[in-house]
């Protein structure tokens, strides 16, 4: 197997060939980013030739597990991979922070939404919160290779949860650090960042704002106030991810939109964020029983 | 000597009571005797009525003929000639709209109990039938579907068998469709499905899942990577929402999400990593087969009280006259002649109630159906915590919008010429619900049919 292993190509279809029904999509590798945070790169060559940032997949862990969608964080057309990065907030991000390098994911699906739009704007701030920077990077990284002025505000709550630090220093004209204790960067809020940034004369084509909802809502109302057009990433719970089944649907400029088919991105200014936030909150029962019983699963396992 | 009973053979079914607590299948199919009583029963007429009601020309009498003589291998094969799925069919058709509605026994009593009988047969065969299904020698060509429900698999398995090498691009986790994620266990058991795509992946063909056609890869690329012609079944799955107020709170879902959840995604087993609402009362807002099974799947997962709210009456009811009656007997309460206006919420922003005003028949509408009229002041509310609509569904935009020169209808569905469901693209065809907008397994069936027929013919000139 030693050989095959090292070609990622061959290595897609050697599992193919071993007569596996069904294609399974592999992990190749693994880099914990934060205590809670968990990078996977999949081979998936379908879905890395076609995805573009803004991008999502649906993936399953094992047979009995449930769809989750996941943003694209990276993506390698030559090497046939798609890098995801995940925060473990439940019994299926635990199952699947309990695989590693040379596991197999059941299923993986996508490229799904649409595309982030990055034509025409020439100065941008990049605003992620979080777990969020992980979809905000592969903007910031086509804007950035397209010409744009990038400027990066990025929040965490403290020192241990600050992730793809160089990453994003390494493709922002500016880059802004800012954590909730003061622990790394400066002590305060995202919005705090960028209002002294728009406040001293910054003129932005645009902001592109990707984190929790709550973080989204004020970074919005900020903007509003000063007239620059918003972009938003919605993470609705979704099922299918292709718009069967309306489970992903928000309301934006009074009308109910599918995140998974006309989104994720959407006008910041226009976008019900309570009422999001409502919906997301459909299944907490469910999910804290539901990652009780994985933990616990865990913990039993001998070593 | 013909049978002369009046009354069809009943069919052996879970009492009502027993069965709205499981997803076991309700319908337990004939025993021997009864297939053979059963079968006494037709007159074999001259003209075959039946045969004409039937979307796909199945030679009914020829089929009960050999099941009444004990030949079910036979009757089988009879069926199969013009059937692909006759263990889906047998159970899902609408048989009292098509092949029994003509049936000369209905006239004075029943008639004969065409499904019931296919079912058995059908049943019969998977039971015993020895031997797999031959791979037939290649032909050389390649053609690409685009969709795993009852269309694409059945366009699918004509090609194979004619040696096409055939490859089913399935945007779900697992192939079947509306027949997966749709139709519930307790209708239609998924054993049957999965034992119809064995039978197609012995034949040769390749199904390929995680695959959504239009994103991951558009049918342009699957004509130039070297697909000869090119068969669209992907269904109507955009759900259909009335865009009343209150639509988006915690509690109400599209038919298609909860059926998704339920079927597909198993949320009624414990163990399943997906969750569902198990609500106390459900409105499943409908009429047809999609909200009938809603509703009954609503029943199993435990709710004390599920209604059927539907702005018509029960005649105009579209769903299959089984389900509606199997419906009443689980306890489902007919909201007849009922609108919602209004979904209402409480603090949280879940469901708390759903205002209906009642509604009289006026005169017929475009579709030939009389139209439902409002009473003014008649506004009541149910008491519910859970909303699940079912109004229908339409095509999914994706591939008109990824497919350049692909002509549709202003609502979504995919322009054919009827004899070969050829689309505006050369070696591009269509069936099913892609085509007709949300309709039965067995329109799907021929639809698939009729283009693996033309499909055939063509690359034969080629």
């Given at each position: 197997?030693?050989?095959?292993?090292?070609?990622?190509?061959?290595?897609?279809?050697?599992?193919?060939?071993?007569?596996?029904q069904d294609?399974?999509?592999?992990?190749?590798?693994?880099?914990?980013?934060?205590?809670?945070?968990?990078?996977?790169?999949?081979?998936?060559?379908?879905?890395?030739?076609?995805?573009?940032?803004?991008?999502?997949?649906?993936?399953r862990?094992?047979e009995d597990?449930?769809r989750?969608?996941?943003?694209?964080?990276?993506?390698?057309?030559?090497?046939?991979?798609?890098?995801?990065?995940?925060?473990?907030?439940?019994?299926?991000?635990?199952?699947?922070?309990?695989?590693?390098?040379?596991?197999?994911?059941q299923d993986?699906?996508?490229?799904?939404?649409?595309?982030?739009?990055?034509?025409?704007?020439?100065?941008?701030?990049?605003?992620?919160?979080?777990?969020?920077?992980?979809?905000?990077?592969?903007?910031?990284?086509?804007?950035?290779?397209?010409?744009?002025?990038?400027?990066?505000?990025?929040?965490?709550?403290?020192?241990?949860?600050?992730?793809?630090?160089?990453?994003?220093?390494?493709?922002?004209?500016?880059?802004?650090?800012?954590?909730?204790?003061?622990?790394?960067?400066?002590?305060?809020?995202?919005?705090?960042?960028?209002?002294?940034?728009?406040?001293?004369?910054?003129?932005?084509?645009?902001?592109?704002?990707?984190?929790?909802?709550?973080?989204?809502?004020?970074?919005?109302?900020?903007?509003?106030?000063?007239?620059?057009?918003?972009?938003?990433?919605?993470?609705?719970?979704?099922?299918d991810?292709?718009?069967m089944?309306?489970?992903?649907?928000?309301?934006?400029?009074?009308?109910?939109?599918?995140?998974?088919?006309?989104?994720?991105?959407?006008?910041?200014?226009?976008?019900?964020?309570?009422?999001?936030?409502?919906?997301?909150?459909?299944?907490?029962?469910?999910?804290?029983?539901?990652?009780?019983?994985?933990?616990?699963?865990?913990?039993?396992?001998?070593? | 000597?013909?049978?002369?009973?009046?009354?069809?053979?009943?069919?052996?079914?879970?009492?009502?009571?027993?069965?709205?607590?499981n997803f076991l299948e309700v319908a337990l199919g004939?025993?021997?005797?009864?297939?053979?009583?059963?079968?006494?029963?037709?007159?074999?007429?001259?003209?075959?009525?039946?045969?004409?009601?039937?979307?796909v020309?199945?030679?009914?009498?020829?089929?009960?003929?050999?099941?009444?003589?004990?030949?079910?291998?036979?009757?089988y094969?009879?069926i199969a000639?013009?059937s692909s799925l006759p263990a889906v069919c047998g159970r899902v058709c609408p048989?009292?709209?098509?092949?029994?509605?003509?049936?000369?026994?209905?006239?004075?009593?029943?008639?004969?109990?065409?499904g019931?009988?296919e079912r058995f047969v059908a049943d019969w065969h998977n039971q015993h039938a020895?031997?797999a299904p031959?791979?037939?020698?290649?032909?050389?060509?390649?053609?690409?579907v685009v969709g795993s429900g009852p269309a694409g698999l059945t366009c699918a398995g004509d090609l194979a068998r004619?040696?096409?090498?055939v490859t089913v691009f399935e945007a779900l986790h697992t192939a079947g469709g509306v027949l997966v994620y749709g139709i519930p266990e307790f209708r239609l058991p998924k054993a049957i499905v999965q034992k119809e795509i064995d039978g197609l992946k012995a034949m040769g063909v390749k199904i390929e899942t995680n695959m959504?056609?239009?994103?991951?890869?558009?049918?342009?690329?699957?004509?130039?990577?070297?697909?000869?012609?090119?068969f669209?079944g992907s269904g109507a799955g955009?759900?259909?929402?009335?865009?009343?107020?209150?639509?988006?709170?915690?509690?109400?879902?599209?038919a298609n999400?909860f059926l998704t959840r339920v079927n597909l995604m198993k949320a009624y087993k414990?163990?399943s990593?997906t969750?569902?609402?198990?609500?106390?009362?459900?409105?499943?807002?409908?009429?047809?087969n999609v909200?009938m099974d809603a509703?009954r799947c609503?029943?199993r997962?435990?709710?004390?009280?599920?209604?059927?709210?539907?702005?018509?009456?029960?005649?105009?009811?579209?769903?299959r006259?089984e389900e509606?009656?199997?419906?009443?007997?689980?306890?489902?309460?007919?909201?007849?002649?009922?609108?919602?206006?209004?979904?209402?919420?409480?603090?949280?922003?879940?469901?708390?109630?759903?205002?209906?005003?009642?509604?009289?028949?006026?005169?017929?509408?475009?579709?030939?159906?009389?139209?439902?009229?409002?009473?003014?002041?008649?506004?009541?509310?149910?008491?519910?915590?859970?909303?699940?609509?079912?109004?229908?569904?339409?095509?999914?935009?994706?591939?008109?919008?990824?497919?350049?020169?692909?002509?549709?209808?202003?609502?979504?569905?995919?322009?054919?010429?009827?004899?070969?469901?050829?689309?505006?693209?050369?070696?591009?065809?269509?069936g099913g619900d892609a085509?007709?907008?949300a309709a039965t397994v067995i329109l799907a069936m021929g639809a698939g049919k009729?283009?693996a027929?033309?499909?055939?013919?063509?690359?034969?000139?080629?």
């Amino acid at each position: 197997m030693q050989d095959i292993c090292t070609c990622p190509a061959k290595r897609f279809s050697a599992v193919y060939k071993r007569g596996v029904q069904d294609i399974m999509y592999q992990i190749v590798k693994k880099r914990v980013l934060n205590p809670t945070v968990t990078l996977m790169e999949i081979e998936a060559p379908l879905v890395a030739k076609k995805a573009q940032p803004g991008q999502f997949i649906i993936l399953r862990v094992d047979e009995d597990g449930e769809r989750i969608p996941l943003t694209i964080a990276d993506f390698n057309r030559e090497q046939g991979t798609v890098t995801i990065i995940f925060q473990i907030v439940g019994a299926t991000t635990e199952k699947l922070n309990h695989l590693h390098e040379g596991g197999f994911l059941q299923d993986f699906v996508g490229p799904l939404g649409k595309p982030t739009h990055t034509e025409d704007l020439k100065k941008v701030a990049v605003v992620g919160g979080g777990v969020g920077c992980a979809i905000a990077y592969p903007v910031a990284k086509k804007l950035h290779e397209q010409g744009c002025e990038v400027h990066s505000i990025v929040g965490f709550r403290s020192k241990d949860l600050v992730i793809l630090k160089e990453e994003f220093k390494s493709v922002s004209h500016m880059y802004a650090l800012m954590t909730d204790d003061g622990s790394a960067g400066e002590k305060g809020l995202v919005t705090d960042a960028l209002r002294r940034l728009i406040e001293s004369g910054e003129q932005y084509d645009q902001v592109i704002a990707i984190g929790p909802l709550i973080m989204m809502k004020f970074v919005t109302k900020l903007t509003k106030a000063f007239d620059i057009p918003t972009v938003v990433s919605m993470n609705p719970i979704m099922i299918d991810g292709t718009g069967m089944c309306g489970g992903c649907r928000l309301t934006v400029g009074g009308e109910t939109k599918f995140a998974c088919v006309d989104g994720p991105d959407f006008d910041g200014f226009l976008v019900d964020f309570d009422e999001a936030m409502a919906r997301g909150a459909m299944y907490r029962g469910f999910e804290r029983q539901a990652h009780e019983e994985a933990c616990n699963l865990f913990r039993g396992r001998k070593a | 000597m013909p049978n002369m009973s009046l009354k069809k053979n009943e069919m052996p079914s879970q009492v009502p009571d027993l069965r709205s607590k499981n997803f076991l299948e309700v319908a337990l199919g004939y025993t021997e005797e009864q297939a053979l009583d059963e079968a006494q029963r037709c007159l074999h007429c001259k003209n075959k009525p039946c045969v004409s009601g039937c979307p796909v020309q199945v030679r009914i009498p020829e089929f009960i003929e050999k099941a009444a003589a004990g030949d079910f291998e036979g009757a089988y094969q009879v069926i199969a000639q013009s059937s692909s799925l006759p263990a889906v069919c047998g159970r899902v058709c609408p048989q009292e709209s098509q092949c029994e509605k003509h049936c000369v026994r209905g006239v004075k009593g029943e008639p004969v109990g065409i499904g019931r009988l296919e079912r058995f047969v059908a049943d019969w065969h998977n039971q015993h039938a020895q031997e797999a299904p031959k791979k037939p020698a290649s032909n050389g060509h390649k053609v690409a579907v685009v969709g795993s429900g009852p269309a694409g698999l059945t366009c699918a398995g004509d090609l194979a068998r004619l040696g096409y090498a055939v490859t089913v691009f399935e945007a779900l986790h697992t192939a079947g469709g509306v027949l997966v994620y749709g139709i519930p266990e307790f209708r239609l058991p998924k054993a049957i499905v999965q034992k119809e795509i064995d039978g197609l992946k012995a034949m040769g063909v390749k199904i390929e899942t995680n695959m959504v056609i239009g994103r991951v890869l558009s049918i342009d690329e699957l004509l130039e990577q070297g697909f000869e012609a090119v068969f669209i079944g992907s269904g109507a799955g955009l759900p259909r929402f009335m865009n009343i107020p209150g639509e988006n709170l915690k509690g109400v879902y599209s038919a298609n999400e909860f059926l998704t959840r339920v079927n597909l995604m198993k949320a009624y087993k414990t163990g399943s990593g997906t969750p569902i609402h198990r609500a106390r009362k459900v409105a499943v807002v409908g009429g047809g087969n999609v909200a009938m099974d809603a509703a009954r799947c609503a029943k199993r997962l435990g709710a004390e009280e599920v209604y059927i709210v539907y702005r018509r009456s029960e005649k105009e009811l579209p769903a299959r006259a089984e389900e509606v009656e199997h419906a009443k007997e689980e306890g489902i309460i007919f909201k007849l002649l009922n609108n919602p206006t209004r979904i209402l919420g409480d603090e949280s922003g879940s469901v708390q109630g759903i205002e209906c005003l009642e509604m009289a028949l006026g005169e017929p509408d475009a579709s030939g159906r009389r139209r439902p009229v409002e009473k003014a002041g008649s506004q009541f509310t149910l008491d519910v915590d859970c909303v699940i609509m079912a109004i229908g569904t339409s095509p999914n935009p994706l591939i008109k919008s990824t497919t350049e020169g692909l002509e549709t209808q202003k609502w979504g569905g995919i322009i054919v010429e009827e004899e070969t469901g050829l689309t505006s693209r050369e070696n591009v065809y269509a069936g099913g619900d892609a085509v007709t907008g949300a309709a039965t397994v067995i329109l799907a069936m021929g639809a698939g049919k009729t283009a693996a027929k033309a499909i055939h013919e063509s690359l034969s000139k080629k």
